[in-house]
């Protein structure tokens, strides 16, 4: 697949590579570099011997499976049974489908178009299994369609390359002089069975064979999307308020839960009002769960702006987001376990209340007070943990305002401690200070002027203790005179 | 449940005096603000408790909210306290609330203080009602010039449980551990020993 954005154009040869045992190997090319012979698994160093302009990628293997099972999954809007096949196939199961698209060959042609409206060249085939429908694909005509009948007589010209065999088996036929799948086809079936006796699918000619002709199943085990856990409720008459059939529908949800082992982290309920309008309301969970009672109370102060119209009669509880949850006992007596409390207060707080207004703080290395701890919203881990940077014990505040706050100072000399300030409109005469301790600014995030800071702990005569700061020096070329800022309070 | 006076808005001694009674029991807490008192006397800065016990901070706008998310912590016993700051005398903070706040502590087990800020000592079902004034910090042990541990006047004004008292209360960092010293020997403190006439007239 080619890269978003910057697809070179066709004349330039292109390799994708991936790095082997013996240096850079090629792992795709495009058609100008197939003519100049470049193929596919040999080295890069080589290939540029044949072709000195080719253009080398690096190719992104896991991205390129990562699409191919989206596009598996995108493929079923032809037919609901979809499997990725290797590295860049897909087989669709279309059997009853193709009446939907107007037959087979419109079907082709519709699967050719669409496909190529997303950017991707496709070879496609109709056969009767999987085998043959690989085979003809590669190696048979443009949108080949191979009924059960001429099963044998379409595969027969074909090379041998399109029974999936491995490399060493292609070589042993070729050897053999068995060049077409039509030749195989003619040798006896007890010397194939004689001299394949002990090998694998993969370098077993007959085994393969036998898969492209329909004589040995190949099923296709589709990866199907997981079921939505849903709960859904109808209503004989348009209701107002779902608050009473909450609790139901929440069990029902925590039931299907429970039986697939999962814990849900996002709810979403679905009110479909009799005007045909929906109105949907979500809550989020800060851990997995599957505690009706909890999440019904999640819903308690939401509930109110749904807006109801004329009614409604069918309720649907989805939900969104769900994870692996085992069931857990921690404590022999039954009692409820703390592990699971704290993220369900934290999940009640957040739905009432807003997931800003929760936070947690994640301390981090770093000099500058504002800095070292950083406070993120409680939702998004589940766990509160402790395992942060461990800071020196230095004499921190206990308080700190989130702006510091300016403050007019006298002082004595003007590097040295403040004599008496004025904060809030009250003077406050310094009775004892300790420091300074100097912050200078952290240069590698830092905007370039910013200026370094003199911290003081003073204590004024009442006996309150602030934490206050001169920000720069005196002719230090970063603007004007220092000013000074009240940034905490201690105990 | 304790419900804490500064005596001013700008003074953190409260603070501190609550941080060294939470000191005894491990555990999470869940700190809720009012968003003036956020936005007064900022947050806790906390890589002194921090450290060692996961915090929740809640800020709210409204006094009723700060209540309800009290009310809510209170019922999660994995906490080890639940701090409320309230700003003034607001109407929902009545005797009702503080009564609600107090029996849910006792039932869960989970220490619940109250700060309340530029607000009078109103009627209130706290079990422990201090005011806490900062005093001059003790002697710093290397620098004649700087201030040492804090100290702060605590006043035990009502109390269900103890006698009411005045105490100078000193703060031992190093051991955290709260040093309440004899009662202050002047002249308007020493009446107050917790007389029932004292506390009538209050």
Known sequence: MERQGSAPPDDVPVVLVVDGAHGQAIYAANRAARVMGVTQGARVVDMRAICPTLRVEYADVAGDKFALDRLSLWARRWCPWTVTDGAGGLILDTTGCDHLFDGEGAMLIDMETRLSLLGLTSHLAIAPNWGAAWALARYGPVRAICGEAELAQQLAPLSVAALRLDADTMLLLRRLGLKTIGQLAEVPRLSLTRRFVRAALGANPLMRLDQAMGRLAEPVASVDARPPIRAQMRLPEPILDPTAYLPTLCEDVCMQLEGKGLGCRRLHLTVYRTDGEVRRLEVATAAASRDAPHLCRLFDDKLDRIDPGFGFDLITLEAGLVEQMDNVQTRLDGRSDEGVALPQLIDRLTARLGAGAVKRPVLQASHVPERVEHWVGAMGAATLTTDTPVLPPKDRPIRIFQTPEEVRVLYVVPEGPPAQFIWRRQTHRVARYAGPERIAPEWWCDRPNTRLRDYFKVEDQAGRRLWLYREGLHEDGRGGDPRWFVHGMFA | ?202
């Not at chain 2, 002194?48 to 800020?59: E, K, L, S, Y």
């Not at chain 2, 009310?71 to 607001?90: H, I, S, T």
């Not at chain 2, 006792?106 to 009602?129: F, H, K, M, Q, T």
Request: glycine share 8%; hydrophobic share 40%.
């Open chain 2, 1 to 202: 449940m304790s419900e804490v006076f500064p005596s001013t808005a700008t003074d953190a001694g409260a603070v501190g005096f609550v941080l060294a009674q939470l000191a005894r029991k491990s555990g999470p807490v869940l700190w809720v603000q009012d968003r003036v008192s956020f936005k007064e006397t900022g947050r806790p800065y906390l890589p002194d408790i921090g450290m060692q016990r996961p915090v929740v901070r809640v800020t709210t706008g409204r006094a009723a909210d700060v209540l309800w998310a009290m009310e809510e912590g209170l019922r999660c016993k994995a906490l080890a306290a639940v701090v409320g700051e309230v700003w003034g005398d607001p109407p929902v903070l009545d005797f009702t609330a503080s009564k609600r706040l107090a029996l849910r502590a006792e039932a869960a087990g989970v220490a619940c203080w109250l700060i309340r800020r530029a607000a009078s000592p109103d009627l209130s079902a706290a079990r422990d009602r201090w005011r806490i004034t900062s005093l001059p910090s003790t002697m710093h042990p290397d620098d004649p010039q700087a201030p040492g541990d804090p100290r702060w006047r605590a006043e035990l004004f009502k109390s269900r449980t103890r006698k009411p008292g005045t105490w100078g209360v000193g703060y031992d960092r190093a051991a955290n551990r709260l040093d309440f010293s004899a009662p202050f020997r002047d002249g308007a403190v020493a009446e107050g020993d917790g007389t029932p006439r004292q506390r009538a007239a209050r």
